[in-house]
């Protein structure tokens, strides 16, 4: 399962809801709540961000969290002495500019970056 799995899953367990009813509820097909959920393939990111205000997911920063989740990936990379690509390929995501750049980034999949991060010395 992929953290975006994961979290299409549990929202829709929290709400009681089948597949179908999570389907119409987000309006789009049963068959890509179901694909979605079984992390055979993610939305492209204007439908996650719709999923995300559907489901009332927030990415912004918090009273806890004064930074965005962009602001944090670009300072570890700083301390680190990494470029974008190999970020990138140290977190597993080919795509991680986009992170950077305040795409939406779930909560378990946040939890899974800083897990490796932690793991990664500083630059010298």
Request: positive net charge; charged residues 30%.
């Amino acid at each position: 399962m992929t953290p975006f799995s994961k979290l299409m899953f549990t929202e829709r367990r929290k709400r009681k809801m089948t597949l179908a009813q999570m389907a119409e509820f987000l309006d789009v097909s049963l068959q890509s709540v179901s694909h979605w959920e079984r992390g055979e393939n993610e939305p492209l990111k204007p439908v996650m961000e719709a999923v995300a205000l559907r489901l009332k997911l927030t990415t912004k920063p918090t009273k806890d969290d004064p930074f965005t989740f962009a602001d944090f990936l670009k300072s570890e990379r700083t301390k680190r002495g990494l470029s974008k690509s190999q970020m990138g390929k140290i977190i597993g995501m080919r795509n991680y500019y986009t992170l950077e750049n305040g795409a939406i980034c779930w909560p378990l999949m946040r939890e899974g970056i800083r897990a490796r991060l932690a793991k990664l010395p500083l630059a010298a």
